[in-house]
């Protein structure tokens, strides 16, 4: 089921209409949709390295207001999903975002950008512990745009040899950032008491 949607994404990226795709498929999957932005990002940005940063700019709107949209599900709808959470493969991550929340607070939001944890469970974990709003979403556009612009900047300049080495590697680069976020945090939280 995920190796055709993910294929089936991936023939987004050559449509004519490839960048409202874009936006549909950051905002789905910023609250349900599993398949990351990246597959498509990823494409565009190689196909048209001059328009690069311009899909990492839709995909960063598209992915914030996506996580609005999954913060409210967890705001107002986390006791209809519970049940169907708990059985999901999703459960040990919420779980996991839950406890980031309780240690880290805005900085979760910052680091679930970059981390190979799905952002969706950030966004409806943000909305059952009533996060606030506001920075929620500063923290989503620091994180995620800096995730897809920094896709968006690599691919342009590196081209389709990158992609390669990139995909290959992507899960590495992911806890590697989390690791420095989090020891970063630590380490300001530890100068700060």
Same mark, same amino acid.
Request: aromatic share 18%; charged share 15%.
């Given at each position: 089921?995920f190796?055709?949607l993910?294929d089936?994404t991936?023939? @987004?990226?050559k449509?004519?209409?490839?960048?409202?795709y874009?936006?549909?498929l950051s905002?789905?999957?910023?609250s349900f949709?599993p #398949?990351p932005p990246?597959?498509?990002?990823a494409?565009?940005?190689l196909?048209?390295?001059?328009?690069?940063?311009r899909?990492?700019?839709?995909?960063?709107?598209?992915?914030v207001l996506?996580?609005v949209?999954?913060y $409210?599900? $967890?705001y107002?709808?986390?006791?209809?999903?519970?049940?169907?959470l708990?059985?999901?493969s999703? @459960?040990?991550? =919420?779980?996991?975002?839950q406890?980031w929340f309780?240690? @880290?607070?805005f @900085?979760?939001?910052?680091v679930?950008?970059?981390s190979?944890?799905?952002y969706k469970?950030f966004?409806i974990?943000?909305?059952?512990m009533n996060?606030?709003? &506001?920075?929620f979403?500063l923290a989503?556009i620091?994180?995620?745009?800096?995730?897809?612009? &920094?896709?968006?900047? &690599?691919?342009a300049? $590196?081209?389709a040899?990158l992609?390669?080495?990139l995909?290959? =590697?992507?899960?590495r680069?992911?806890?590697a950032?989390?690791?420095?976020?989090?020891?970063?945090a $630590? #380490?300001?939280?530890? &100068?700060?008491?």
């Amino acid at each position: 089921m995920f190796q055709k949607l993910y294929d089936k994404t991936l023939s @987004w990226s050559k449509h004519r209409h490839a960048a409202k795709y874009l936006c549909i498929l950051s905002f789905a999957e910023s609250s349900f949709f599993p #398949i990351p932005p990246d597959v498509m990002l990823a494409p565009m940005a190689l196909a048209q390295p001059d328009k690069a940063f311009r899909f990492a700019l839709l995909t960063t709107i598209a992915s914030v207001l996506g996580g609005v949209f999954g913060y $409210g599900i $967890g705001y107002f709808l986390f006791d209809r999903i519970e049940p169907w959470l708990q059985t999901s493969s999703y @459960w040990e991550s =919420y779980l996991i975002a839950q406890s980031w929340f309780k240690e @880290w607070g805005f @900085w979760a939001v910052f680091v679930a950008g970059f981390s190979p944890i799905p952002y969706k469970v950030f966004t409806i974990a943000a909305g059952t512990m009533n996060m606030a709003l &506001l920075p929620f979403v500063l923290a989503s556009i620091i994180g995620r745009g800096g995730r897809f612009f &920094l896709v968006a900047l &690599l691919l342009a300049a $590196g081209g389709a040899k990158l992609e390669a080495k990139l995909r290959e =590697y992507m899960d590495r680069l992911g806890w590697a950032t989390v690791v420095l976020v989090v020891v970063g945090a $630590g #380490i300001y939280k530890y &100068l700060h008491q």
